[in-house]
């Protein structure tokens, strides 16, 4: 039931830009994205619903493409502070919730 | 001010022991979850527990067990802890099932 992430782990030269996707066998009705940084807990990002929309803010945006049961993440000019571990979450129905295999980017000057 | 608390940060003991960790949200939130997260970094959902409803991730032990006293507590009670036990352990909370998730700041559990 836990949705894959790939890649597991990238880096990146600060201004370069990265997408990290997120793959469920099942059909989703909803993608949660979180960022944690080493040592604190993760912190909320954005969610998608069925639909296919996109969503951003800033320089990271989504997208769900529920035919294909997958979502993207999509960092665009990277920053230092960007780097951590992202993790997709996905919502087969209303009750069950499962966190992606994670990915790891870090961002070098 | 925090919106969720977790008690203790740290949590060192033996094997055998029974131990508890308590959380507290003030944000007002209908459901909340507790999550284990091991040394791989794999965020796995152990319970979530929505307006008396528990549901249970079928892969936890039944020496884990979550008691909410009410809508703002969650607590996570582990009977006799084994080595792979030692982990984080986050609880969280969100308005919905499907909404977003604040979390507590973990607690570290080693079992010695």
């Known amino acids: 039931q836990q949705p894959v992430q790939s890649p597991q782990a990238v880096i990146l030269r600060e201004g370069e830009d990265a997408v990290i996707n997120c793959s469920s066998s099942?059909?989703?009705?909803?993608v949660h994205w979180y960022r944690q940084k080493h040592g604190e807990a993760p912190v909320f990002l954005m969610i998608?619903?069925?639909?296919?929309e996109q969503k951003g803010h800033e320089k990271i945006s989504a997208s769900f493409n529920e035919k294909k049961q997958q979502s993207s993440l999509y960092l665009t000019a990277s920053q230092l502070s960007y780097s951590g571990t992202y993790f997709c979450g996905t919502s087969v129905t209303g009750n069950q919730f499962y966190f992606g295999t994670g990915t790891s980017l870090t961002v070098i000057p | 001010d925090t919106a969720v608390s977790q008690t203790p940060k740290y949590l060192v003991t033996q094997m055998g022991n029974d131990k508890s960790i308590k959380c507290e949200q003030n944000?007002?939130?209908?459901?909340m979850y507790w999550y284990k997260q091991d040394s791989k970094k794999f965020l796995k959902i152990m319970f979530s527990?929505?307006?008396?409803?528990?549901?249970i991730n079928e892969t936890v032990p039944n020496r884990f067990s979550p008691k909410s006293p009410d809508k703002a507590h969650l607590n996570l009670h582990i009977n006799s802890l084994e080595l792979g036990d030692s982990a984080v352990y986050f609880c969280?909370?969100?308005?919905?099932?499907?909404?977003?998730?604040?979390f507590g700041p973990g607690t570290r559990l080693l079992v010695l």
């Open positions: 527990y929505n307006n008396k409803e528990l549901i």
């Open positions: 099942k059909a989703l009705y909803s």
């Open positions: 998608l619903l069925k639909g296919g």
């Open positions: 969280a909370s969100s308005q919905t099932r499907l909404e977003t998730q604040y």
């Open positions: 944000l007002g939130h209908d459901t």
